[in-house]
């Protein structure tokens, strides 16, 4: 069964740099597109940014040039490096994968979310 953990959430001061991991176990990172969310109390889960399988990630506005999204599929990891973080950052951030649409066997799954908190 395939499973993500995710790592690297930390409370760190605005203008700082935070990097989070997320491990994929039980399959192949080279297999799933990829993509980060995050969520804050009382409000939906946000895409941040993607990471498919081929092709070039896409980042919503308010992270771009802010935010770098990459994988190492060798490590099964995939990465989110944040830099210039500001108080709206604040949130739990969350990995998802899923197959592909061609892929016979058909799921999506989530991480268990890391805490970042942007904070004096």
């Known amino acids: 069964q395939v499973q993500l953990v995710e790592s690297g959430g930390d409370l760190v001061q605005p203008g700082g740099s935070l990097k989070l991991s997320c491990t994929v176990s039980?399959?192949?990172?080279?297999?799933?597109?990829m993509a980060w969310y995050r969520q804050t109390r009382g409000n939906q889960r946000d895409l941040v940014a993607t990471?498919?399988?081929?092709?070039?990630?896409e980042y919503v506005d308010s992270v771009k040039g802010r935010f770098t999204v990459s994988r190492d599929n060798a490590g099964n990891t995939v990465y989110l490096q944040m830099s210039d973080l500001k108080g709206d950052d604040t949130a739990v951030y969350y990995c998802?994968?899923?197959?592909?649409?061609?892929?016979?066997?058909?799921?999506?799954?989530w991480g268990q979310g890391t805490q970042v908190t942007v904070s004096s």
């Open positions: 990471l498919p399988r081929s092709g070039p990630s």
């Open positions: 039980g399959g192949a990172l080279s297999f799933h597109d």
């Open positions: 998802y994968l899923k197959t592909p649409s061609w892929a016979v066997q058909q799921y999506e799954m």
